[in-house]
């Protein structure tokens, strides 16, 4: 089976092929189609925003898609920046410089009131337009400085007990990880579809 992943984030798309990559999901990123596709990410909510890309990569290709829509929710800002994750502190500024600005933002929080969680809503949109979401959460604390050079986004400030995402190995954040979880549960609904329709025949 081959979904096209409505994201342009490089990150992202690495997490999607090894995620999917032993279910026998082969993933094509929405670049490599549409290089000018931007979605306009106006939803009020994961579920929403997951919808909009899916939808929209769907609509032009005619072919299954999927999407994830996530974010970093602290506990200390009230659930920010959530959904505004990419565009905290702008849209343009690099991750360095928003990490330092929510390190700023916590400087007064003291270890075990930095806890926080990672969000992952996707959404799957087969070719013949059934939908299916799924969730994942992942706990964990905010960090006192970034650590660790691997993954993406705000990894190297996320901490689940000792290490960062960002020094975990891919494998081992996918194991742990909201996107990990949630595409696990989106592989558990598609194996409900394309292995029994309503005839039980494979699709
Ligand atoms: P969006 O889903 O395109 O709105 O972007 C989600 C944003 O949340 C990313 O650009 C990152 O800033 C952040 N984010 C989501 N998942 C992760 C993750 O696994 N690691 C680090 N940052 C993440």
Request: charged content about 25%; aromatic content about 8%; hydrophobic content about 40%.
């Amino acid at each position: 089976m081959q979904v096209i992943v409505a994201t342009g984030n490089a990150g992202k798309l690495r997490e999607f092929t090894r995620i999917f990559a032993p279910f026998g999901i082969e993933v094509v990123g929405q670049k490599t189609l549409y290089p000018e596709l931007e979605v306009e990410e106006s939803g009020a909510t994961f579920a929403e925003n997951a919808f909009l890309k899916a939808q929209a990569v769907h609509a032009l290709s005619g072919k299954a898609a999927v999407a994830d829509d996530s974010g970093l929710c602290i506990d200390a800002l009230g659930g920010r920046p959530g959904v505004y994750s990419a565009r905290y502190a702008g849209e343009d500024t690099s991750y360095p410089e928003k990490m330092q600005r929510l390190l700023e933002e916590l400087k007064e929080v003291p270890q075990g009131k930095r806890t926080a969680r990672f969000v992952s809503h996707i959404c799957f949109i087969s070719e013949q337009g059934e939908r299916i979401d799924a969730q994942g959460v992942c706990e964990g604390e905010i960090g006192f400085a970034p650590a660790g050079e691997n993954g993406f986004g705000y990894d190297p400030l996320f901490y689940v007990g000792e290490r960062s995402f960002a020094q975990l190995g891919g494998v081992e954040k996918d194991a742990l990880s909201h996107r990990g979880k949630a595409l696990r549960a989106l592989v558990e609904q598609l194996e409900q579809l394309y292995t029994v329709d309503g005839a039980g025949e494979k699709r």
